[in-house]
């Protein structure tokens, strides 16, 4: 993989704006090259028109609708942004369409030209209700059936207006309003690496020493261990021992196995006597005396 993104001929942009500044006129109301990006600004009643061209003159030919994304400035008279992204196939190269509405200001649809438009539409009708003139389906898409409000909006709650749940009582999935157990809190959006510029409750233990062992928020050269005024310097580590001969090992030295001896000539010579048995003795029994009459 070249790149993380689709990689796209970016050196057409100068004359994709002279082609498509040619070909709109007046349903252009400017075109601005950022970041690489070619993005043309039409009037929201001309949007089907210039799609229309966008797609069939030649030099342009973008066949394809990829995605429409909405983009919320509440600060803004018309506080929505719609951006159409398309694809030429045939010059490899992307452009970004974009109009702006209001709540009650609807956008033409564009399903005629590209049908895979009636999905989208419906994202960013459910994301912002923004309305969509022409839709034959322009119904929610993504959230939940009866949900109030558009989540996508800057003015929406981060936690809505109902939770839902599974009751055991009704034995179904029930909605009540979101009930908060402690109020909601406000952030400063200060980056945590930085710090914040007051003291909150308990920050004023971290500029002491703390036990041995625990995490300090102070900088490397500010702290001061806890125990580095009553512990000694450690002795040196002894000197390995080395064994320089096989009695330091306790191996020993090899030795050789034992032979049976061979008798000498002497001993052969000398006759073998051989021991006469001896005779066996019997015991002579006593007389047994014979009963008197």
Same mark, same amino acid.
């Given at each position: 993989?070249?790149?993380?993104?689709?990689?796209?001929?970016?050196?057409?942009?100068?004359?994709?704006?002279?082609?498509?500044?040619?070909?709109?006129?007046?349903?252009?109301?400017?075109?601005? *090259?950022?970041?690489?990006?070619?993005?043309?600004?039409?009037?929201?009643?001309?949007?089907?028109?210039?799609?229309?061209? =966008?797609?069939?003159?030649?030099?342009?030919?973008?066949?394809?609708?990829?995605?429409?994304?909405?983009?919320? /400035?509440?600060?803004?008279?018309?506080?929505?942004?719609?951006?159409?992204?398309?694809?030429?196939?045939?010059?490899?190269?992307?452009? +970004?369409?974009?109009?702006?509405?209001?709540?009650?200001?609807?956008?033409?649809?564009?399903?005629?030209?590209?049908?895979?438009?009636?999905? =989208?539409?419906?994202?960013?009708?459910?994301?912002?209700?923004?309305?969509?003139?022409?839709?034959?389906?322009?119904?929610?898409?993504?959230?939940? /059936?009866?949900?109030?409000?558009?989540? +996508?909006?800057?003015?929406?709650?981060?936690?809505?207006?109902?939770?839902?749940?599974?009751?055991?009582?009704?034995?179904?999935?029930?909605?009540?309003?979101?009930?908060?157990? +402690?109020?909601?809190?406000?952030? *400063?959006?200060?980056?945590?690496?930085?710090?914040?510029?007051?003291?909150?409750?308990? *920050?004023?233990?971290?500029?002491?020493?703390?036990?041995?062992?625990?995490?300090?928020?102070?900088?490397?050269?500010?702290? +001061?261990?806890?125990?580095?005024?009553?512990?000694?310097?450690?002795?040196?580590?002894?000197?390995?021992?080395?064994?320089?001969?096989?009695?330091?090992?306790?191996?020993?030295?090899?030795?050789?196995?034992?032979?049976?001896?061979?008798?000498?000539?002497?001993?052969?010579?000398?006759?073998?006597?051989?021991?006469?048995?001896?005779?066996?003795?019997?015991?002579?029994?006593?007389?047994?005396?014979?009963?008197?009459?």
């Amino acid at each position: 993989m070249r790149a993380p993104a689709p990689a796209y001929a970016a050196d057409l942009n100068g004359e994709t704006i002279e082609a498509a500044t040619k070909a709109l006129g007046a349903k252009l109301l400017r075109a601005q *090259d950022r970041v690489g990006e070619v993005a043309l600004y039409v009037a929201r009643e001309s949007l089907v028109a210039a799609m229309t061209e =966008l797609r069939d003159t030649p030099g342009l030919e973008y066949q394809q609708l990829m995605e429409i994304a909405g983009v919320d /400035y509440p600060d803004r008279e018309e506080r929505f942004e719609c951006v159409y992204c398309l694809l030429s196939l045939t010059r490899n190269h992307r452009i +970004q369409v974009r109009v702006n509405t209001d709540e009650v200001k609807p956008v033409p649809s564009v399903t005629g030209v590209w049908p895979v438009a009636g999905w =989208l539409e419906r994202e960013v009708y459910d994301m912002y209700g923004v309305l969509f003139e022409g839709n034959p389906d322009l119904r929610r898409i993504l959230t939940d /059936y009866g949900f109030r409000g558009h989540p +996508q909006r800057k003015d929406f709650p981060l936690t809505g207006y109902v939770e839902l749940r599974y009751s055991e009582e009704a034995k179904r999935v029930v909605y009540e309003p979101v009930q908060l157990a +402690q109020d909601f809190r406000t952030f *400063d959006f200060m980056s945590p690496w930085e710090g914040a510029e007051y003291i909150l409750p308990g *920050d004023e233990k971290a500029k002491l020493p703390e036990a041995k062992g625990a995490p300090s928020p102070l900088k490397a050269d500010d702290i +001061q261990k806890a125990d580095a005024a009553e512990s000694k310097k450690a002795a040196p580590a002894p000197t390995p021992k080395a064994t320089e001969s096989a009695a330091q090992t306790g191996e020993g030295k090899a030795t050789k196995p034992k032979t049976a001896k061979k008798p000498s000539a002497a001993k052969k010579a000398a006759p073998k006597t051989v021991a006469k048995p001896k005779a066996k003795t019997t015991k002579k029994s006593a007389p047994t005396k014979e009963p008197k009459k």
